[in-house]
């Protein structure tokens, strides 16, 4: 008899503030911020939380007024705070991050303040015992390995703990060039690759992180070769400007030996491309864990999620099933459509 979980998903990561100028505005020149709420694993949590699933995140934050808001945010998407842990020391704080938008040929920039947030302060201590056996699947990003020495060391052990336990271990590689090197990301990555499940890894971090060679499908299998990984997936995203891109994917089923592809969303009108890749994952977790690891249902969740998160400002994600479902009908349709839903 199939052990019965209380979630669906567990992710472990840093949760975010996001300060942005309104609109178009200049980190320079501005005097207003938005405040927003994000982090990679958090966005891919919300994300599968309004698709339907139950979902909860395992984060620290500081049990303060900001720490409330953030707290407050995350739980109006029907993510669950039964694994959130609170610092109340007097150096308690939050990460945050400054994000500007572009248009052409001006680019997007981020700038993180996020060092030594409670987040750091993170041991596998704190974790309680029944998180390892709470969920039938636990995701965490090459982002949160990288923050620093301690929480590599807490985040891998973790992993392996929820794999023992018997948790399908999904892992999306993130790589961000201003937390750490290709190479300490590839050294430590492949230390962990023997307890992966789901593996989210591009075309270019393949090549540059992972020195792999080859076209993107012989590179996706070849990581299937080398460790006991079930599926793989790889984003294809083309930058025609900041403000429009062209969206797709390749899904590979290492145990039917099988790739999964549609056709890409084109000329996609964005509005922040903050998530979108988080927003994939979400649309691809949610396609496999309803279905019996059914890739191809992953691939058109995965594609219309982070589509339509490209067109949403701030880093969360705001569809539920029914317009991804709506929106997976008309990228499949031929002829006129409406140009207006109602």
């Not at 949590?45 to 339907?52: D, K, S, T, Y």
Request: proline share 4%; aromatic share 10%; hydrophobic share 35%.
């Amino acid at each position: 008899m199939e052990e019965k979980r209380n979630f669906d998903l567990l992710t472990l990561g840093q949760l975010l503030l996001r300060l942005s100028p309104p609109d178009n505005d200049r980190l320079v020149r501005g005097d207003t911020f938005v405040k927003q709420v994000g982090g990679a694993e958090l966005n891919v949590a919300v994300g599968v939380a309004l698709l339907g699933l139950h979902v909860g995140i395992i984060s620290k934050l500081p049990s303060h007024d900001v720490g409330s808001f953030m707290k407050g945010k995350i739980r109006s998407y029907g993510v669950s705070d039964d694994f959130f842990l609170y610092d109340s020391s007097p150096s308690a704080r939050v990460g945050i991050y400054y994000y500007e938008n572009g248009a052409y040929p001006r680019k997007p920039k981020v700038i993180y303040d996020r060092a030594n947030s409670s987040f750091y302060s993170l041991s596998i201590d704190e974790i309680p015992e029944e998180a390892y056996t709470a969920a039938r699947c636990f995701h965490t990003s090459g982002i949160t390995l990288a923050l620093s020495p301690e929480l590599r060391e807490t985040t891998v052990k973790m992993i392996k703990r929820f794999k023992e336990a018997g948790t399908l271990v999904s892992f999306d590689v993130n790589f961000r060039g201003n937390l750490w090197t290709g190479e300490e990301a590839r050294e430590c990555i492949e230390k962990i690759l023997p307890y992966v499940d789901i593996f989210f890894c591009s075309e270019d971090t393949a090549r540059l992180t992972f020195k792999k060679t080859g076209t993107a499908r012989e590179m996706m299998k070849s990581f299937t070769d080398q460790y006991p990984i079930s599926i793989v997936a790889s984003t294809q995203r083309t930058v025609h400007s900041p403000k429009r891109h062209t969206f797709g994917s390749v899904i590979y089923d290492a145990r039917k030996d099988l790739y999964y592809e549609e056709e890409p969303y084109k000329d996609i009108d964005v509005v922040d491309r903050i998530g979108s890749g988080d927003a994939y994952i979400s649309g691809a977790l949610y396609g496999l864990l309803t279905s019996n690891f059914d890739c191809e249902r992953a691939v058109r969740f995965g594609n219309a999620t982070s589509a339509v998160k490209n067109t949403i400002p701030g880093d969360l994600p705001s569809s539920n099933l029914e317009e991804i479902e709506t929106i997976i009908k008309a990228h499949n349709q031929t002829g006129p459509q409406s140009e207006m839903a109602r």
